[in-house]
């Protein structure tokens, strides 16, 4: 067990390391602004008197790497500080919109990965078949689709046609957890619409590639039905590639949070950020950017830990 | 057929079990294929598909308890009939005629559900590379049950401690522990006995015997067959036992039927087919190995002579050569023995230059060769050229036969235009290939044609010395007859000295000046070819010698006979 | 003599083309009608594109063929140049991100070692924030032009560009004929284009298709956004965006420009699926 401790923590390690640098670029970013945000902020007119107090009040006259690690530190303690725009503080704001967005993707998710797991099995099982087909058809044009296309769809035929489902999705702390489930059902459809395709083409692919393989003629050799070929034979050894495909997925599932949100007015995190941006609020932006990368660098450690520990030969040394 | 029965084995010990099964009078027929078939639709890039016939209406019959050998060289189509017997082909491979009768019933006409309840129960599969054969994601032991298990033939216990009787008889060490291992975690040659097993633990009527011993190296691929031999021979079950080998499948089968392009040549029993052949194609087979080459006798001058050399992988951390120090004079040929892991394409690499190594010297023509490919002066790597294993990947696939030969031309010599074409037109002269062929890409070419073009190419650089690794080992026999016959003829002719590296002992003899014996990245053994090959020999040059297959029944018996009596007496 | 007879391979494309299945030559033809669209559109649109024609929202009409926008702009006429303007931007995206990505990915797997090591690591960093996020971080710091657009867009697409083209150059990198080329003495620039990219390019080019695709959905997504494609450039995403409101009204004017983008990704998805199994000269199974 000894080194597959080791590979796994080489893999932690390089993704402290990915986040540490990518904070410095978020950072780093800033500095690279025409000006500095104080120009920015009060534009062109602002006397040069002004601009100096506001630098001092946010403190731009210290040294880059100075402000860079107290930047860190603050937000290592969960303090994002204060809103450009209106003065508020960052991690109010960014909390109870963390949890909508968090609540959003693991609904999507919910709904597409066994969904998804399913038919790209049935996909590989019946491959080259009508079903395969149907299913290659339908997959290819959701992946084809942007996401508020689809987004529009769903809205036109299930709330503006049927009416059956809320357009946009107007939660708050106060909402309760039926009503936030059904405002929140057009985007999470929305949502796994998208990612489900990809997974569902991502994981037969990767079962059928492991068809080509030669234990699995010898399962058939075997006199094996092919369900138990597929199951037994090929499924195992295709978890590690499934398990991938579906991290990945969710990893990609929080891009596509952010157009979802702004096409429902989701109270979350994603519209948080096109906000921001629309203001150049950037320690919002900073801020917001930062979580997502995190959520994303977590992610894809978890996938390549996973494929570690699905691997045998890792599993079993010599 | 039945009345011509010889014990082949007669003078082997037998189990009283087999002896039975083994009488004359028991004998009836297993296995009867009838004008069989098969056909296969090929999709050649930038054409429309088309449909081959693989297999022309070949027929054969095997009787309970008994061994056939299917020979041929590559596209023959003895694997394709060797799955045919399971009703099993391969993608895009058709059966598409005869039948295959399997204890008297046809087994194409028994349907999907018919077949499945028969493979893995009546017949039973070994395929050519264990290590690609096994699930890397089960344990041995319950791959190794699996299809006993499935077809409900005793329960769960009972069927392992058949499995591991069978380790046993197959000569696996720890039988007891090493069905809980996992695949990676055993060697080549075990795996290929554990998938022997796996194919016995049914205690099926017949099995596949694909190609069993050829990834193996010859010391190992000696004990596997002994093993693969003595299992059949003792459980008494029917084989139909597949190989490109003439002199393996010698040492396994009662009769032999030689296939060539999908039809039936010859077929006899073992002993008629290999001293008296009838057929051209035959006789060729069995005398392949015949090639006439005298021991040079000239002026020595040495032009390549490597000193002390030593080189590894990752920083000197895993040694792949140790102090190697070899000689090879203008215009003879070394040749490098070794199986894999000898070391002897890391000391290509070093002396071509890919790798440095981390100690010891190169002197080539005279001159000491910089360590490092980037160092090394045009002069110098036009002098020395390469010749690689696999002629596929030797040569872009984007290029044609004329831009391959001729880029050495324009890159050494600065030779274009009609200069240029007229030089590789002599080149494919040379190389017994017509003009036409030069406007062809390497796909439109057979085996044997590609690599005669990257003889040709390499030859078109005018090189003092060519390093020919493993050249003719992706090579169909006769094919690689005619290979080395060029080589030494054009080597005759330009006078240009050769390396030749190889894990193949009969090549060796065929053609080598000298040799030297690579183990474990020493050289053991060094010098002519009459001193390496004349006794005394050292242990392990010994085993070498003793573990290639010779043209002749009965082989295996002696030597592994000769071997034990030798360790009993160490 | 020198080139890889490209005659000949678009000559076999040709053919095979006529072979090719109904969803390819579908494909095919909207990529066509698409780009005849892009060329000739001030020929094709009724009004110019930025041209406030009537009153906001008007239905379709004969005068009118979709109605008008939020501002009182030809929803036609936008459409048109929409065309233009959207795929005029992904492709010079695109095309600048497989300029920066597959040199940089041949580079890595010709000399592997460090280059390929400092290229990688770089790769890893800048893939482990999420694109659009990025984007939207760069575009926050840079402003909403469109030469900034594209640089940003190209530059962090090219990661993608990179890890494909050096997974499978190092795949070709180690063959036997790339180091038959460089025992020969062959400097780094003969290997990478003589060598290697004839050889990767079937490849290159389907993944041009499928990085066109995102390019012009991120695009699009961005512009919808509003920090895209800025007004009063007639663009897709941001057309989707002005006319929202629309939809609630049962109206599905605001699902055209949509439509028209997905149709286009629809089809070079089918154009990209037929040519690389044809490329790959396989039958699965």
Known sequence: ????????????????????????????????????????????????????????????????????????????????????????????????????????????????????????????????????????????ASISF????????????????????????????????????????????????????????????????????????????????????????????????????????????????????????????????????????????????????????LLNLTSDVLSIVMNPRLMHPK | MS???????????????????????????????????????????????????????????????????????SGAGKSTIGLASMGYARGGVRITGGEVMLNDRDILKSGKVGLRSLRGREICYVAQSAAAAFNPAHRLMDQVVEAALFHAMGARTEIEKRAIALFKKLGLPYPENIGKRFPHQ????????????????????????????????????????AAIRDAIRDTGVAALYISHDLAVVAQVADEIMVLRHGRLVEQGITQQVINQPLEQYTRALVSVHHIDHEERDRAKASVLSVEGLTAGYGDGAV???????????KGETLAVVGESGSGKSTLARVITGLLPPSGGGIQFDGRPLPRLLAERSKEDLRKLQMIFQTADIAMNPRQTVAKIIGRPLEFYFGIRGAERDRRVFEL??????????????????SGGQKQRVCIARALAAKPKLIICDEVTSALDPLVANGILKLLLSLQNDEGVALLFITHDLATVKSIADSIAVMYRGEVVRYGTKAEVLSPPFDPYTELLLSSVPEMEVGWLDKAIASRRMESAGN | MTLLQPSGFIRTGARKFASAPLSAKFGMAVIILYVLTAVFAPHLAPYSEAEIVSAPFDPWSA????????????????????????????????????????SAGLAAATFGGWTDQLLSRLVDVLMAIPQLIFALLLLSIFGTSIPTLIIVIAILDSTRVFRLTRAIGMN??????????????????????????????????????????????????????????????????????????????????????????????????????????????????
């Open chain 2, 428 to 445: 494919l002269e040379k190389i017994e290939m017509g003009q036409d062929l030069a406007n062809r890409y390497p796909a439109e070419l």
């Open chain 3, 172 to 285: 070709i990198a180690v063959l036997d004929y790339v180091e038959a080329a460089r025992l020969r003495g062959e400097g780094p620039i003969w290997i990478m284009t003589r060598e290697i990219l004839p050889n990767i390019a079937p490849t290159l080019i389907a993944e041009f298709g499928l990085r066109f695709c995102f390019v012009f959905l991120l695009i699009s997504g961005l512009s919808f956004l509003g920090l895209g494609i800025q007004p009063p450039t007639a663009d897709w995403g941001s057309m989707v965006r002005d006319s929202a409101t629309l939809i609630t009204y049962g109206d599905i004017t605001p699902l055209l420009p949509a439509g028209a983008i997905a149709l286009l990704a629809v089809a070079i998805n089918l154009v990209v699926d037929w040519f690389l199994h044809w490329a790959s000269g396989l039958k699965e199974d």
């Open chain 2, 319 to 329: 040694k792949v050569l140790c102090d190697v120090t070899l000689n090879l004079n």
């Open chain 1, 146 to 297: 942007p996401e508020f296309f689809v987004a529009y769809i769903l809205i036109l035929f299930l709330a503006v046609h049927a009416g059956i489902l809320p357009s946009l999705s107007d939660v708050d702390s106060t909402t309760s957890v039926l009503d936030r489930l059904i405002a929140m059902a057009l985007p999470a459809l929305t949502l796994a619409v998208v990612v489900m395709a990809h997974m569902l083409r991502m994981t037969r692919t990767s079962i059928i590639n492991l068809l080509g393989n030669q234990y699995i003629e010898t399962a058939r050799l075997k006199g094996l039905p092919e369900w138990r070929v597929l199951v037994r034979h090929a499924l195992p050894n295709a978890l590690a590639p499934i398990a991938t495909v579906i991290v990945l997925n969710l990893a990609y599932l929080i891009t596509g949070v952010v157009v979802v949100e702004v096409v429902f007015v989701y109270p979350g995190l994603g519209q948080l950020i096109v906000d921001s941006v629309q203001k150049r609020d950037i320690p919002v932006v900073q801020a917001c950017s930062l979580i997502f990368a995190a959520t994303y660098i």
């Open chain 3, 63 to 102: 005068q009118f063929l979709l109605g008008t926008d939020n501002l009182g702009r030809d929803m036609f006429t936008r459409l048109v140049f929409g065309a233009r303007n959207t795929l005029g931007i992904a492709l010079m995206t695109t095309i600048l991100a497989f300029s920066i990505g597959c």
């Open chain 2, 186 to 225: 055993v060697s080549g040659g075990q795996l290929q006995r554990i998938m022997t097993a796996m194919a016995l633990c049914s205690e099926p009527d017949l099995i596949v015997f694909d190609e069993p011993t050829t990834a193996l190296d010859v010391t190992t691929q000696i004990e596997v067959l």
């Open chain 1, 1 to 140: 067990m000894k080194p597959i401790a080791k590979i796994i923590g080489q893999r932690v390690a390089f993704g402290a390391l990915t986040l540490w640098i990518v904070s410095l670029i978020i950072f780093a970013g800033v500095q690279l602004l025409p000006g500095d945000i104080a120009t920015e902020l009060l534009g062109q007119s602002a006397t040069p008197e002004t601009v100096a107090a506001l630098r001092k009040s946010l403190g731009l006259d210290v040294p880059a790497y100075l402000r860079y690690f107290d930047w860190l530190s603050s937000m290592l303690h969960g303090n994002f500080g204060t809103a450009l725009s209106n003065g508020r503080d960052i991690a109010e704001l960014i909390k109870p919109r963390l949890y909508n967005t968090l609540l959003l993707a693991a609904s999507a998710a919910a709904i597409s990965v066994p969904l998804a797991l399913v038919g790209g099995i049935v996909a590989a099982l019946y491959r080259n078949t009508f079903v395969d087909r149907a299913i290659n058809v339908v997959t290819l």
């Open chain 2, 3 to 73: 009345e011509k029965v010889v014990y082949l084995h007669g003078d082997a010990p037998m189990g009283e079990a087999c002896s039975k099964d083994r009488s004359p009078g028991d004998q009836d027929t297993l296995l009867n294929i009838r004008d069989l078939r098969i056909e296969a639709t090929v999709y050649p890039p930038g054409e429309n598909p088309k449909d081959i016939i693989l297999v022309h209406d070949v027929s054969l019959t095997l009787k309970r308890g008994r061994v056939l050998g299917l020979i041929g060289e």
